[in-house]
């Protein structure tokens, strides 16, 4: 073989190697992603039937809610009543008056394929700010066919939720604090299940803005929830609270994901919800005061400083976008993973995230993709059994416990510490 034709066959090679691994080139390969996965969707919403579960329940709620009704305990649908806060209403509304009360679905399947399409667009941005993930890993997020059905196929409000959080996190990452709050609260306002990222959110808070200015922010946020819910809290404010802010709701086992091997009894049980809430609060704990404030010499040292000086940032140095999505990120997880239960829509709270939380821990990349691998199946086996949701209760408490040993602060925190010692 000649040295000119050896040399035009590693060009391509080369080419393909600095896109899949050089960060210049992030955005090239990140819009290929978008793009492919584009069609792919478009695909799927033309060829692969549509699947109703409750997006028919959501416009017969909102027909009610355009007769006038005001009382959160009187507006239902074909599966129940109204269990969400204002915020779904909101966009539910808008859904409501372009597909004609949900008679054109094919425009509503549109509208959420477009909106799958925004959330991989979302997710490659946050993957930039969060850096310490190569370009590769990007190829890994279109491969879910769980969560483009529950998109494109089956139309949960989650997906709303789900995209309003990630341009929270996004205003998180590039500093922009006040909006991120009003973001993040909106999305709690679509799904309450958003409110799992708020123990990491307050301490990023704490840090980068003290206690005084940290404790504006949260009024904020609950200064939206007021404005969203008043044409609710106005008129019947118990009704209202009490619908869309139920903590104690208890699903049915039947549709568990993650605890299908615990016999129903147990599931069902008060004993079994509050092992959980213990387990939950203790993993936050041990992530708050043993991992996530090492940067900032150890969580009662921050908690010292902030509170001595109230107005002034509580961290000892700049938080980066890289230690704020890591840390608002494995919030998350912690709590998706000691859920009282998963049904099936709620892979969307996480799926995008899962390949960079892989790589923030210091598993062989193997190991890493297996993890992946093993939560995608066990989301895709239906109805769930014993098997699948062991698997997948496996597969969570090894990637936490993998960040834990990994990189809980980010990679360029970490890295920064290191580098001083």
């Given at each position: 073989?000649?040295?000119?034709?050896r040399?035009?066959?590693?060009?391509?090679?080369?080419?393909?190697?600095?896109?899949?691994?050089?960060?210049?080139?992030?955005w090239?390969?990140?819009?290929?992603?978008?793009?492919?996965d584009?069609a792919?969707?478009a695909?799927?919403?033309?060829?692969?039937?549509?699947?109703?579960?409750d997006?028919?329940?959501?416009?017969?709620?909102?027909?009610?809610?355009?007769?006038?009704?005001?009382?959160?305990?009187?507006i239902?649908?074909?599966?129940?009543?109204?269990?969400?806060?204002?915020?779904?209403?909101?966009?539910?509304?808008?859904?409501?008056?372009?597909?004609?009360g949900?008679?054109?679905?094919?425009?509503?399947?549109?509208?959420?394929?477009?909106?799958?399409?925004?959330?991989?667009?979302?997710?490659?941005?946050?993957?930039?700010?969060?850096?310490g993930?190569?370009?590769?890993?990007?190829?890994l997020?279109?491969?879910?066919?769980?969560?483009?059905?529950?998109f494109?196929l089956?139309?949960?409000?989650?997906?709303?939720?789900?995209?309003?959080?990630?341009?929270a996190?996004?205003?998180?990452?590039?500093?922009?604090?006040?909006?991120?709050?009003?973001l993040?609260?909106f999305?709690?306002?679509?799904?309450?299940?958003?409110?799992?990222?708020?123990?990491?959110?307050?301490?990023v808070?704490?840090?980068?803005?003290?206690?005084?200015?940290?404790?504006?922010?949260?009024?904020?946020?609950?200064?939206?929830?007021v404005?969203?819910?008043?044409?609710?809290?106005?008129?019947?404010?118990?009704?209202?609270?009490?619908?869309?802010?139920?903590?104690?709701?208890?699903?049915?086992y039947?549709?568990?994901?993650?605890?299908?091997?615990?016999?129903?009894?147990?599931?069902?049980?008060?004993?079994?919800?509050?092992?959980?809430?213990?387990?939950?609060?203790?993993?936050?704990?041990?992530?708050?005061?043993?991992?996530?404030?090492r940067?900032?010499?150890?969580?009662?040292a921050?908690?010292e400083r902030?509170?001595?000086?109230?107005?002034?940032?509580?961290?000892?140095?700049?938080?980066?976008?890289d230690?704020?999505?890591?840390?608002?990120?494995?919030?998350?997880?912690?709590g998706?993973?000691?859920?009282r239960?998963?049904?099936?829509?709620?892979?969307?709270?996480?799926a995008?995230?899962?390949?960079?939380?892989?790589?923030?821990t210091?598993?062989?990349?193997?190991?890493?993709?297996?993890?992946?691998?093993?939560?995608?199946?066990?989301?895709?086996?239906y109805?769930?059994?014993?098997?699948?949701s062991?698997?997948?209760?496996?597969?969570?408490?090894?990637?936490?416990?993998?960040?834990w040993?990994g990189?809980?602060?980010?990679?360029?925190?970490?890295?920064r510490?290191?580098s001083?010692?």
């Amino acid at each position: 073989m000649s040295d000119d034709t050896r040399l035009a066959l590693n060009a391509p090679l080369q080419s393909a190697r600095l896109v899949l691994t050089d960060a210049r080139y992030f955005w090239l390969l990140a819009g290929l992603v978008v793009a492919g996965d584009a069609a792919l969707t478009a695909l799927i919403v033309r060829f692969v039937p549509y699947t109703e579960i409750d997006f028919t329940t959501y416009m017969a709620q909102m027909d009610v809610f355009y007769k006038g009704e005001r009382d959160y305990s009187r507006i239902a649908g074909p599966t129940g009543p109204l269990v969400y806060p204002a915020g779904h209403v909101l966009i539910h509304r808008a859904m409501y008056a372009l597909t004609d009360g949900g008679k054109y679905l094919e425009r509503a399947q549109a509208m959420y394929g477009a909106l799958y399409v925004l959330s991989l667009a979302f997710t490659c941005a946050l993957y930039r700010q969060a850096r310490g993930v190569p370009n590769w890993v990007l190829l890994l997020l279109p491969l879910s066919k769980r969560l483009h059905s529950i998109f494109a196929l089956r139309m949960f409000n989650d997906c709303w939720a789900l995209v309003v959080q990630q341009a929270a996190l996004l205003a998180f990452g590039a500093g922009a604090d006040d909006l991120g709050c009003v973001l993040f609260s909106f999305a709690v306002s679509i799904k309450m299940s958003v409110i799992l990222y708020l123990p990491a959110l307050l301490l990023v808070l704490f840090k980068r803005h003290g206690f005084t200015r940290g404790a504006v922010h949260v009024a904020s946020i609950a200064l939206v929830q007021v404005l969203i819910g008043l044409p609710f809290l106005l008129h019947e404010p118990r009704s209202y609270l009490a619908g869309a802010f139920d903590l104690g709701r208890v699903f049915l086992y039947k549709w568990t994901v993650n605890w299908r091997f615990v016999p129903e009894d147990v599931f069902l049980s008060r004993r079994f919800a509050t092992a959980l809430m213990v387990g939950h609060l203790s993993v936050l704990a041990a992530f708050a005061l043993g991992k996530w404030c090492r940067v900032d010499g150890g969580a009662f040292a921050l908690l010292e400083r902030g509170l001595r000086r109230p107005g002034v940032p509580a961290a000892m140095q700049r938080v980066s976008a890289d230690h704020a999505l890591t840390l608002l990120m494995t919030s998350n997880l912690i709590g998706i993973a000691f859920a009282r239960s998963l049904h099936y829509q709620f892979y969307s709270w996480y799926a995008q995230q899962l390949p960079l939380l892989a790589w923030r821990t210091r598993l062989p990349v193997p190991v890493r993709l297996a993890l992946l691998a093993s939560v995608e199946y066990a989301w895709n086996v239906y109805p769930s059994t014993n098997m699948s949701s062991g698997i997948l209760l496996a597969a969570h408490m090894v990637l936490i416990l993998g960040i834990w040993f990994g990189w809980p602060e980010g990679k360029d925190r970490t890295l920064r510490v290191q580098s001083k010692s």
